[in-house]
């Protein structure tokens, strides 16, 4: 709920939710059309590191797997916060990566850099 409210707080009012990785993907791929000419449906991707189904390391993986978001923003946000996680994150296009617990701040700061926001 903390990271819904920020973001509309930031004005982005257009937010879907999964529950799970792989709902995740799911949301992302279902624009056969977009993706097939290079057209996100999303600007930026928002993920846990620890779900069920697909946790958020080989949702990334996937998504990178899509030319259409290749440039996409995505950003980890999770408990893990050894050097070897952030180090596997980075090398597989993490955009940025946000430790819990975190500030409605932080993730300002973290989207500003993607996005102009207020």
Not at 48 to 77: C, Q, T
């Amino acid at each position: 709920r903390i990271i819904r409210v920020t973001l509309s707080k930031l004005g982005f009012n257009q937010i879907e939710e999964a529950g799970d990785g792989l709902e995740a993907l799911n949301l992302i791929t279902r624009n056969e059309v977009g993706l097939s000419i290079g057209i996100p449906e999303f600007d930026c991707i928002l993920t846990d590191w620890n779900m069920p189904n697909f946790d958020g390391l080989h949702l990334l993986k996937k998504i990178r797997e899509l030319p259409a978001y290749s440039k996409v923003p995505v950003v980890m946000i999770t408990t893990e916060q050894s050097k070897d996680d952030v180090i596997e994150a980075t090398r597989s296009g993490v955009s940025a990566y946000i430790v819990k617990p975190f500030t409605p701040d932080t993730l300002k700061a973290k989207i500003s850099a993607f996005f102009k926001v207020a």
